[in-house]
């Protein structure tokens, strides 16, 4: 138990040392001189890298595209353009994947994400052509702060799996946004409905511009809206925004692709790397610590941060 | 106890029905054109060597430096490339949820259900305007 404990508080504190150490010996993105290192190196290392990422992102119940960004700007020599731009293909192909059995169970709900994907979807757009246009070091400085709030999130967020709401609101009601499913952890139909619409769609409008700004997937915000705010169980509320994410982050990748901000010798590995990964981390599942997984993504996620953000100022 | 009952509607099954085929096609064939870009199976409309020397830079100036980069839908017009044909395959994972809305948008119109068949059809119209680069800073 006292090992246990050691374990759990030292593996994060000194992955988070090395984190912060290593990139100063590989070569830090944006402005960063050509290296002579091969290529294939870099790609190799790419789809090694995204295939651990996406085992440990999967065991501790984050997309991969939040942690994408922070983690290969601080690796690898890209330039923060090309890894947001591969960031929504990482959070896309994992959406686009995930997709299928979860509306067939009737987890997702079609309504409940469209309702809130209209506006978000716009908003991406506009958050991806001002994080384009937007000098490098802005970016790096918004990105960590971004992260460090995520951190935030994901160190404080209690979410309800069954949360229980008074009555819903009106406009739900026009969109017929509520639903039933099959829980199988409780062996019997959840009923549910939604609350606080109109506040659901301001903050979905949020999220979205950071999604498109940031190239990040951004289950972290989707979840927490649906489940705390809206008041959508926890499972609907997982599954939901996968499809929320997959129209979001559809819409911000063709900016990217626009501006010739996606390299296909970067996203390509990537997106395998991230996939295989993903499909090994959810076998893994059941076999290992999570508590001690989601310890070590948080302090990693904490230190990309950190690093992103003295990157903006230039330190 | 309960046996297991799928509640999903008509529509999410139509959805789920043409996302799963879709993104098994697209993975097929990011990982096909991935193989014929590397290993060179084809020509390249600029060298490996090139971009990766290069991508250290901002896309602006990536481009600027390395101009027969693919970008937008300017790989259609060399689609006998191979770098261009890896490019053509990340381009069609940001169709898939286009395709999957215009299913959904018919099952909403054949239920006579307006105001989600409106939904479908506005989300389907921003992305194309994304993809047409109309709304995305395209050329």
């Known amino acids: ?315 | 106890m309960k046996q297991e009952t799928v509640h999903a509607e008509k529509v999410q099954i139509a959805y789920a029905g043409i996302l799963a085929k879709a993104t098994t096609l697209g993975i097929a064939l990011v990982v096909l054109g991935y193989i014929v870009y590397v290993f060179q199976l084809l020509p390249l409309s600029v060298p490996i060597d090139q971009v990766a020397g290069n991508w250290h830079l901002r896309a602006s100036e990536f481009h600027h430096k390395v101009p027969g980069a693919p970008s937008g839908w300017s790989c259609f017009s060399q689609a006998g490339k191979g770098d261009m044909l890896s490019y053509i395959s990340i381009i069609y994972l940001g169709i898939v949820t286009m395709m999957c809305l215009v299913v959904a948008g018919f099952v909403f119109l054949r239920e006579k259900n307006v105001i989600y068949t409106l939904f479908s059809f506005a989300q389907v119209a921003v992305l194309v305007l994304a993809a047409a680069g109309i709304v995305s800073g395209g050329h």
Do not use: C
């Not at chain 1, 992102?57 to 939040?66: R, Y």
């Not at chain 1, 997709?99 to 979807?121: D, H, Q, Y």
């Not at chain 1, 109109?198 to 989707?222: D, R, Y």
């Not at chain 1, 959810?282 to 950190?306: D, E, P, Y």
């Open chain 1, 1 to 315: 138990m006292g090992l246990k404990n050691v374990r759990a508080r030292l593996l994060p504190g000194v992955l988070a040392t090395l984190l912060f150490l290593m990139p100063r010996l590989a070569l830090a993105s944006g402005g960063a001189p050509a290296d002579t290192t091969a290529w294939w190196v870099w790609v190799l290392g790419l789809f090694v890298f995204t295939f651990l990422l996406g085992i440990v992102a999967v065991i501790a119940g984050v997309g991969g595209g939040v942690l994408y960004v922070p983690i290969v700007s601080s690796f690898f020599p890209f330039h923060i353009d090309f890894v947001r731009g591969t960031g929504l293909f990482v959070a896309l192909a994992g959406a686009l994947s995930a997709g299928s059995p979860l509306l067939r169970k009737g987890l997702a709900n079609l309504k409940l994400a469209l309702s809130m994907s209209l506006i978000g979807s716009m908003s991406s757009i506009a958050g991806a052509l001002v994080g384009l246009a937007l000098p490098e070091k802005t970016i790096q400085m918004a990105l960590g702060l971004t992260i460090l709030g995520i951190t935030v999130i994901m160190f404080l967020a209690k979410n309800s799996a069954y949360p229980q709401i008074g009555q819903p609101d009106a406009l739900s009601k026009v969109l017929q946004i509520y639903g039933i499913y099959y829980d199988e952890h409780l062996k019997k139909d959840v009923d549910w409905q939604i609350h606080r619409t109109p506040v659901g769609l301001v903050l979905f409008t949020l999220i979205g511009f950071m999604a498109g700004m940031f190239g990040l997937g951004a289950g972290w915000a989707n979840v927490p809206v649906f489940n705390l705010v809206l008041g959508a169980p926890l499972r609907v509320s997982v599954a939901t925004s996968v499809f929320v994410l997959s129209i979001n982050d559809t819409a911000a990748a063709w900016v990217y692709l626009h501006k010739g901000a996606v390299l296909p010798l970067i996203a390509v590995p990537s997106v395998a790397g991230m996939m295989l990964g993903t499909k090994i981390g959810a076998k893994l599942l059941t076999k290992v610590h999570t508590n001690v997984v989601r310890r070590v993504v948080i302090t990693l996620l904490a230190v990309a941060g950190l690093r992103a953000l003295l990157k903006g100022f230039g330190i």
